[in-house]
């Protein structure tokens, strides 16, 4: 007599909050417009079901349809996002100061997290000066090849730095660093000086500059980055902004959970213990 057949594991079996974390999962910066034999596609369920949970995903305002049938991202799951606490903290902090970096560089200025694997970009103040960059709002891009990356990448733990390395590192210019060796070296020399420099290494043309943002137990909030022109003159009068704009984020971000910091990060009042 034979065994009787195994469960099944995929999604039609899984929860219905799975189902519907699956569908919007399914929409990417790179596919934000998807239409229902996509969402088929991308999520394994059967089209009866993704039909079902997009049409009430439409009525709560979480996913919008267009007139030739197309789905995107609704304005309800913005809302909710932008009541995330931590990003909301850091970015309403950060704004005023990378304005103020844009105007005295005119360059891209970029706020950035540490998200699973990747870069998570937070904010952008950019201007008809800045160069053309690939990233945005949201979007993401890999730690070894950016300088917000490298950044974050420097105060992980080794643990997570070995599965970095592990995963294999993609090379996106003749210039990326993918000798897991010398990025160790790398990241050792951006944690001791506090910047991170990555020349040509996502995308030719470009070089990218970071400096750490701390919160008040000194731990790695956020990278704060300029992204100019290779060999742009600048270079001199552009680092020591980037790093007075992340030293203030980092002050103002650290008095926000604490009302009575008022010392730069890493100094303390001689009356503190």
């Known amino acids: ?32 417009a998807l239409r229902l034999v996509d969402l088929r596609d991308v999520t394994g369920l059967p089209v009866s079901t993704v ?23 609704g304005l309800r799951i913005w809302e909710l996002g932008s009541l995330c606490p931590q990003p909301r903290t850091l970015r309403d902090i950060s704004l005023p100061y990378m304005q103020d970096l844009y105007e005295a560089t005119g360059e891209n200025v970029h706020l950035a997290v540490l998200d699973g694997g ?23 891009s890999p730690l070894h090849a950016t300088g917000v990356g490298k950044m974050l990448l420097s105060h992980a733990s080794r643990d997570f730095q070995e599965q970095v390395l592990t995963a294999g590192l993609k090379r996106y210019t003749p210039h990326t660093v993918v000798m ?9 020399t951006v944690r001791a000086t506090g910047i991170a420099r990555c020349v ?24 704060l980055s300029v992204v100019l022109h290779t060999g742009a003159k600048k270079l001199a ?11 203030s984020i980092s002050r103002e971000l650290a008095r926000a959970y604490d009302p009575e910091v008022t010392m730069p990060p890493g100094r303390r009042s001689p009356t503190s213990p």
């Open 1 to 32: 007599m034979s065994e009787p057949a195994a469960a099944p594991t995929s999604l039609t079996s899984r929860s219905v909050s799975s189902r519907v974390f699956a569908l919007l999962n399914a929409f990417t910066p790179e596919q934000p």
């Open 51 to 73: 039909h079902r949970i997009a049409m009430e995903l439409v009525e709560l305002g979480a996913l919008k349809k267009d007139a030739d049938g197309v789905y995107r991202i």
């Open 118 to 140: 990747e870069v998570l970009y937070l904010e952008r103040v950019w201007g008809r000066r800045s160069v053309n960059v690939v990233t945005h709002v949201g979007g993401r």
């Open 180 to 188: 897991p060796g010398l990025l160790m070296r790398t990241l050792q």
């Open 200 to 223: 040509e290494e996502l995308s030719l043309g470009t070089m990218s500059i970071a400096a750490p943002i701390f919160d008040g137990d000194r731990t790695l909030a956020a990278a």
């Open 237 to 247: 009068t552009v680092e020591p902004a980037l790093k007075m704009a992340a030293m």
